[in-house]
């Protein structure tokens, strides 16, 4: 198991609102308050199925042709992205980051395969995406479990 310390909050915190899944970091809202109280396996189970949401959701837009590039292109633009995540993370959190200054993905070793979506559309469409998964796994292994053991 890796030794993340840290949240994946990103500082946008929605939960504050009362939505159940935060728009910014994708955690539900009982994640969010009790982090700090969370076990090291807790908590990167948490990593674990936000990378999952967002490989699934990347795999199908990108073509990752040089992992070194990529985290070349990290250091050089002094992107804030971490190592310890996969690739399609990485990409994901790099469309964030430089989707407005940026027309491709070349010096990151990324290749879009819709070249014909812009960055930015590109980013909000991930986003999107990225909420609605979290939401809809929110729905099926939290709020479904519980409406079932009321019932019991």
């Known amino acids: 198991m890796s030794k993340r310390t840290r949240t994946p909050c990103i500082g946008i915190c929605s939960t504050t609102y009362g939505d159940e899944v935060c ?3 994708k955690r ?19 990593w674990k199925r936000l990378e ?4 699934q959701i990347m795999s199908s837009r990108v073509k990752i042709f040089d992992s070194k590039l990529m985290n070349d292109g990290v250091k050089k633009y002094r992107l804030r992205v ?3 995540l996969n690739d399609f993370s990485k990409a994901f959190e790099i469309i964030k980051q430089v989707s407005e200054s940026f027309e491709n993905l070349n010096d990151f070793g990324i290749e879009l395969i819709n070249k014909q979506k812009s960055l ?3 980013k909000d469409d991930i986003e999107i995406e990225l909420y609605t998964l979290s939401k809809a796994h929110y729905s099926k292994y939290f ?4 409406k079932i053991n009321k019932i019991i």
């Open 82 to 84: 971490k190592d310890d």
């Open 52 to 55: 999952k949401l967002k490989t």
């Open 28 to 46: 539900f809202s009982y994640e969010i308050i009790n982090w700090n109280s969370f076990s090291p396996e807790e908590k990167e189970a948490i």
């Open 143 to 146: 709020l479904e479990p519980l």
């Open 23 to 25: 728009r910014g970091c």
């Open 120 to 122: 930015k559309d590109l």
